[in-house]
């Protein structure tokens, strides 16, 4: 492990931080349950002296509490990260809208109308919110008649719904459930008369933007899907579903963030914008997003305006490594990274324009604004074209198109992973052709498994619940323990390469006893272990379900591509020996699982997985 490996780990587990230590609500703790019935009874009898239930999230096993006053956040968190009862505890982390400043140069809607006809009888180009070549009309004569407009989640400050642009275009979600207006919940979620959407800031049915943060996001993707200044505006073919959880400061706290997510999976979304982003690492957080990936939405992330490299500052929940989170830097007009933008050659995955740009706002006007916040919303109106195209693409699919799709540009060298800006007439393309299916599929994930590029060099699922008893949890109390603490986790990440060499020397010492040939080649072998996989400057970890000598099958999904060299440390059933072997992914359509073939096997490993196999049923 490099130094500065090593640090990035510090700092994720807690002890460096590169801010927000303290930005979570006072007096409130996110707790998930191990136990949805006898579990919870007792957690909340025994509890009721030091803390109160204030919203249960009962499918998610999870629940806000309110401390009494004067309780300490983390030192309740990690008390309750020791009872048994929990699954795990964290803080509700505050969470930010990602736009750099107010609207510059509000005008209301028909003005802008007016001067937007004189601009396009100069240019004759009726797309208005950016200049870099984004082929964005060329992609709207794709759009085949007919088709079920897809539901775009904008989880946000909240939409203007009544806005010309979107009461003209018919482009709000209206919950076909829902009588307006009765008092009653009529189709039964837990939301009385939701017609357009959810307010989990006031808890009510109006989720009216009182910023311009989410008006100003719908109106970017609506505007990449269609002309929003032509009078009169055209018909809609996508639906913005309006969830606000930011109030009117662009701020906003986990929990309802979660509830935002679940509300869209639940009612019909396909396609989730989040403009926004901050706190720590919260496994709640990841959970909902999970449950996204594992409906086959698309979850778009703003990467985040602090200027800084993802790789080495994660930023949620643009960082999660799930394979339908797509993470998005912005450019300007000139196709160069914008001055405020996030970027990270492994952990930022595309670009797209995010400086200023026009758009819609609330009270009905347009105007400009800048961010990450912007960039990511033209990725949701190109998924959401792509998903119009053929809706039964997964995220990933999403994902990967508009990756392999997008234009090249030099600025974005080593500055996300694609070194692309979106081309949304390619990306559309792909799916009007019917050839979306024919790219792989990401694949369903165990929310409670842990990915190891989470700590971006912790290793693996195996060595992480050891991390997590030395230090005592990612935010470990700090003080002269530390030191102590810090020799333990040194320890634990060379305790694999300890085993690794302990093992060579087993293995070597069996291969020049002649062991381990007593059986046949490629035969396979059912199998249930971890494997840390390495590929470019990327970790990932992931489970192993059948292994040969030929190579081993393997459930991890993001950033694996068919074809990818990667190298791999493979753990063994008895989870106490590894062998390192390189491969070549390869992907099967048939089995809707990875393999990895290995290039070649040397003799050591082959002593290594014979011995394993003995032990094994046959696949
Ligand atoms: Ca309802």
């Not at 109006?206 to 008006?215: E, F």
């Not at 996300?416 to 390619?426: D, G, K, L, P, T």
């Not at 369903?444 to 619940?465: H, M, W």
């Not at 020049?512 to 990327?538: E, H, P």
Request: with cysteine.
């Amino acid at each position: 492990m490099s130094i500065r490996s090593l640090l990035c780990l510090l700092v994720l587990l807690g002890w460096m931080s590169p801010g927000f230590a303290q930005d979570f609500v006072p007096g409130e703790v996110i707790v998930k349950l191990k136990d949805r019935d006898s579990g919870k009874a007792n957690f909340m009898s025994k509890s009721s002296a030091s803390m109160t239930l204030k919203k249960s999230y009962p499918v998610l096993r999870t629940h806000k509490m309110a401390l009494k006053s004067g309780a300490d956040v983390m030192a309740t968190v990690d008390a309750l990260n020791n009872d048994p009862d929990v699954e795990y505890a964290e803080p509700n982390y505050y969470l930010r809208k990602s736009s750099t400043e107010q609207a510059q140069g509000r005008v209301d809607y028909e003005s802008a109308q007016a001067a937007f006809y004189e601009v396009q009888s100069m240019s004759g180009s009726s797309f208005n919110q950016s200049s870099a070549n984004i082929q964005a009309e060329q992609a709207w004569d794709l759009l085949s008649g007919g088709a079920t407009p897809p539901v775009i989640a904008v989880i946000d400050t909240g939409v203007d719904y009544n806005h010309d642009v979107f009461q003209d275009s018919g482009a709000m979600w209206v919950n076909p459930g829902e009588v307006p207006g009765n008092g009653i919940d009529d189709d039964n979620n837990g939301y009385i008369d939701d017609i357009h959407g959810w307010n989990f800031v006031a808890n009510s049915n109006s989720p009216i933007d009182d910023d311009d943060h989410g008006t100003h996001v719908a109106g970017i993707i609506l505007g990449s899907t269609q002309n929003i200044l032509a009078s009169p505006i055209g018909s809609a073919q996508i639906r913005i579903m309006a969830l606000k959880f930011l109030d009117d400061q662009g701020i906003g706290t986990t929990t309802d963030a979660i509830e935002a997510i679940h509300y869209a999976i639940n009612n019909g979304a396909k396609v989730l914008n989040n403009s926004w982003g901050g706190g720590g690492y919260s496994q709640a957080l990841r959970d909902a997003i999970v449950s996204s990936n594992n409906n086959d939405l698309v979850f778009i992330a703003a990467a985040g305006n602090q200027a800084s490299n993802n790789d080495s500052y994660a930023t949620y929940p643009a960082n999660y490594d799930i394979p339908n989170v797509f993470s998005v830097a912005a450019t300007n007009d000139y196709d160069y990274l914008a001055s405020f933008s996030n970027y990270g050659k492994s952990t930022v995955h595309i670009a797209s324009p995010g400086v200023s740009i026009y758009s819609t706002l609330a009270g009905n006007s347009m105007g400009y604004l800048s961010g990450t916040s912007m960039a990511a919303p033209f990725v949701a109106g190109l998924a959401a074209m792509m998903v119009h195209e053929e809706s039964s693409i997964d995220g990933f699919q999403v994902k990967t198109i508009i990756e392999d799709t997008a234009n090249r540009v030099l600025s974005l060298q080593n500055r996300v992973a694609s070194e692309s800006r979106i081309n949304m007439y390619n990306a559309v393309n792909v799916a009007a052709t019917g050839q979306a299916l024919n790219y792989q599929p990401g694949s369903n994930i165990d929310p409670s498994r842990e990915i190891a590029s989470e700590v971006q060099g912790g290793g693996c699922a195996a060595i992480l619940p050891l991390i997590k008893d030395i230090i005592g949890g990612p935010k470990g109390p700090s003080g002269p323990a530390n030191y102590l603490r810090f020799l333990g986790l040194l320890l634990v990440l060379l305790s694999p390469v300890m085993i690794l060499l302990t093992m060579r020397n087993a293995s070597k010492e069996r291969e020049a006893q002649g062991g381990g040939q007593n059986r046949r080649r490629y035969d396979r072998f059912k199998v249930d272990t971890q494997v840390q996989i390495f590929f470019g400057s990327q970790q990932l970890c992931g489970a192993v379900s059948c292994i040969s000598l030929g190579g081993v099958r393997i459930d991890t999904h993001d950033s694996l591509h068919d074809g990818d060299q990667i190298s791999m440390k493979i753990q063994g059933p008895d989870e106490d020996s590894y062998i390192e072997a390189s491969g070549e992914i390869v992907w099967s359509k048939d089995q809707e699982s990875y393999g990895v073939k290995f290039n070649e096997i040397d003799d050591m490993n082959k002593v290594q997985i014979s011995e394993w196999t003995k032990v094994l049923e046959k696949d």
